[in-house]
């Protein structure tokens, strides 16, 4: 696990390992998110679209799932 300590200036150290491993470097800016206790940094990205593309990528067309859906909907008056 890596650890960090809390500056007076409130900057915190990304060790270099985990640095490393997701590409971060100087300049890069941070969404700072606060889940109910876990506090989670970001990467913000340069083309969010770009980089989303195929994400959702998997056996079953979504968009073929909704149209099915929306049929059996259509088809019990819904």
């Not at 650890?3 to 941070?30: A, M």
């Not at 109910?36 to 770009?50: A, C, M, Q, R």
Request: overall charge positive; proline content about 4%.
């Amino acid at each position: 696990m890596n650890t960090s300590t809390l500056s007076e200036k409130g900057w915190v150290v990304i060790p270099q390992e985990l640095r490393k491993r997701y590409g971060l470097k100087k300049g890069d800016q941070f969404h700072i998110t606060d889940y109910g206790g876990v506090i989670s940094l970001v990467p913000v990205s340069e083309n969010p679209i770009k980089n989303s593309c195929g994400m959702l990528r998997g056996k079953t067309s979504l968009v073929k799932e909704l149209v099915k859906s929306r049929r059996q909907d259509a088809e019990r008056g819904k």
